[in-house]
């Protein structure tokens, strides 16, 4: 079994300090919350940025800035979202992909998201696949739903990505899969052999699918986009916070964690 990936999702799209008083905005802030994390355990961080107001945005220059700070700090892998928030662009979305990432993002379906919908149209699909594959960044494939595996499969038939593929199994948001072990056993069930998965649990699947993820190999995606509780009822201290009880457990368990560089091999990054 492979050392464990622990994936750090820092800020989100949808979570204000309302919610969780300790949320990262600024550059400075997402670059430091990812220093936090690399020192807890984590080896990659899952990145949305904010604009000066606080407000989701996929401008290229925030994007850069942060990638810049967060370089500066750690060696932990870098990967930013394009799936922004449910009303930019595609191109909008797509802008972080020009700073070639290691890893980005790439949404393999249209689902219900809370009271908004999530659209990932073929066409946007074969987009972003091509525009990743053109500039060598490698796709994590975001699984909401069992069919979006078939989308995902679909790109590789086409020739728009390639082995070995890796998935990120987002599971609990309202609207879409619910976060039950019974489904991500389904989903790890249905992916080709060789490829690698991270599970994401939304709200009070996040501990339940990672410790289960540990046990059967996968890997694991925590932090504020996804939870922002430590505990019911009780707020997190920090992203960090519940990155470290994740390695800790996995230790615990027998599973050592990997470090950025050990992650780069596992998912096959160039």
Known sequence: MDKLIITAALTGAEVTRKEQPNLPLTPDE????AYEAYLAGASMVHVHARDS???PTQDYEVYKEIKEKIEAKCPIIFQPSTGGAVWHSPEERLQPVDLKPEMATLSCGTCNFGPD?????EEYMEKFAAKMKELGVKPELEIFERGMINNGLKL?????????LHFDFVLGVPGAMTGELRDLLYLVESIPAGSTWTVAGIGR??????VAAITLGGHVRVGFEDNVYYSKGVLAKSN???VERIARISKELGREVATPDEARKILSLK
């Open 30 to 33: 997402i670059a430091h919350a």
């Open 53 to 55: 107001e606080g407000n």
């Open 117 to 121: 919908v999530f659209m990932n149209s």
């Open 156 to 164: 590789l038939k086409k020739g728009l990505i390639d082995m070995p």
């Open 205 to 210: 699947f996040e501990l339940p699918l990672a």
């Open 240 to 242: 960090a916070e519940l």
